[in-house]
């Protein structure tokens, strides 16, 4: 069974510009989450996507978007980048909404300059 | 809001040391318990899990973690680490009804052989 698979692997922008990650979940998983994951600060809580819909969101700036599709990929955006955007950005997909068990992609790895 | 706490930020150990991990949670009620470790150059994958009964929790790779609900705590132990234990582990946390996981700062390993 394929895992999760997010793209592009690593990508360099500029302040100001925008970025577009991609996330496809495991097979049959309808729930997708992203985390930004940075030196010292862990897996921070960005949101969560499930049938579709924007079920949870954790504490960042409206510069942070995503949505998800029919097929459960999920995609997310960061707008004018700063240079503090800086970071590993992981997808983690589950089955259902219950347990918090989670499975991750080896993440997009976000260098603003 | 619920929050993680891993108080050993660095660790370094020769092969065979035994090792002990700590963390504690601040919520009070019904909890799942999860310890995720990420190798070098690998995506954040599941160690092991707690959700109830035994609080003894056998992971992979010769992890164990003993849920302690007076301690609020979930520390990992394994009595004999080797070379390859070399990774970042995480503790989370997830609870109130929530499935989405409060994930720990981590702790970074480094076995020396």
């Known amino acids: 069974k394929a895992g999760v698979t997010q793209t592009p692997r690593y990508l360099i922008k500029t302040r100001g510009q925008q970025v577009t990650l991609s996330c496809s979940p495991i097979?049959?998983?309808?729930?997708v989450s992203w985390y930004q994951q940075t030196p010292g600060q862990g897996l921070q809580f960005l949101f969560e996507?499930?049938?579709?819909?924007?079920?949870n969101k954790g504490n960042f700036p409206g510069r942070f978007s995503g949505r998800q599709f029919s097929n459960s990929r999920s995609e997310m955006n960061v707008s004018t980048l700063e240079l503090g955007d800086s970071a590993l950005y992981l997808c983690?997909?589950?089955?259902?909404?219950?347990?918090?068990?989670?499975?991750f992609g080896e993440g997009s790895r976000l260098t603003v300059l | 809001a619920q929050s993680v706490s891993q108080h050993n930020h660095h660790v370094i150990l020769s092969e065979a040391a035994s090792l002990e991990l700590g963390c504690n949670y601040s919520y009070g009620g019904t909890v799942n318990l999860f310890w995720y470790v990420q190798y070098p150059g690998q995506h954040l994958q599941l160690l092991l899990k707690?959700?109830?009964?035994?609080?003894l929790v056998k992971g992979i790779k010769g992890f164990e973690a003993e849920f302690i609900k007076s301690k609020f705590s979930f520390n990992l132990r394994k009595p004999s680490v080797q070379w390859s234990d070399t990774a970042e582990y995480f503790c989370?946390?997830?609870?109130?009804?929530?499935?989405?996981?409060?994930f720990g700062r981590g702790t970074s390993l480094i076995v020396h052989p």
């Open positions: 707690y959700f109830s009964g035994d609080p």
């Open positions: 996507y499930f049938s579709e819909t924007q079920r």
């Open positions: 097979s049959g998983h309808r729930s």
């Open positions: 983690a997909s589950s089955l259902e909404r219950v347990t918090g068990e989670l499975f």
């Open positions: 989370a946390v997830n609870a109130g009804g929530s499935y989405i996981p409060t």
